[in-house]
């Protein structure tokens, strides 16, 4: 999952279990929708990027560049986890916020792309119930 600063879910996606999570970063940050903006042209892309040290990849951090986005990776065995935990904890609100929705929280779908729907659903309903405040 792709949030904004304060939680909007912009990107979700699924895997298997026996799957990294940093083999999906690339479909996630291309899945990031044009975001309108009242000031100059649509944004389609983060200007960085805050991950933890499960993405730390070289492949990972050159594609990100060559997008243009700035990576801000912790890296394996040199920083420390705490420094990320400012903006960690934003995701994992997130994430609390969707296994609110029952059928979410335990996976009663067999196919992934059923999931996934109901997923982008309790997504969707995030934003509204944030946006509406």
Same mark, same amino acid.
């Given at each position: 999952m792709i949030t904004e600063r304060t939680g909007l879910p912009l990107s979700i996606g699924i895997s298997a279990a026996n799957t990294h999570d940093s083999q999906g970063l690339?479909?996630?940050?291309? %899945?990031i929708p044009p975001i309108r903006s009242r000031? %100059?042209?649509r944004r389609r892309r983060p200007a960085k990027l805050h991950a933890d040290k499960g993405y730390? #990849?070289? &492949? @990972?951090?050159k594609w990100l560049r060559g997008r243009n986005i700035i990576p801000r990776i912790a890296r394996k065995g040199i920083e420390s986890s705490q420094? @990320?935990?400012r903006h960690r904890w934003t995701v994992e609100r997130t994430v609390a916020w969707l296994s609110c929705c029952r059928r979410l929280h335990r996976r #009663?779908?067999?196919?992934?792309? &059923?999931? @996934?729907a109901f997923a982008g659903i309790a997504a969707t309903l995030i934003c509204y119930r944030r946006l509406a405040r």
């Open positions: 690339e479909s996630l940050v291309r %899945g000031r %100059g042209p730390d #990849y070289d &492949h @990972l951090r420094r @990320l935990g #009663y779908e067999r196919k992934a792309d &059923h999931f @996934l």
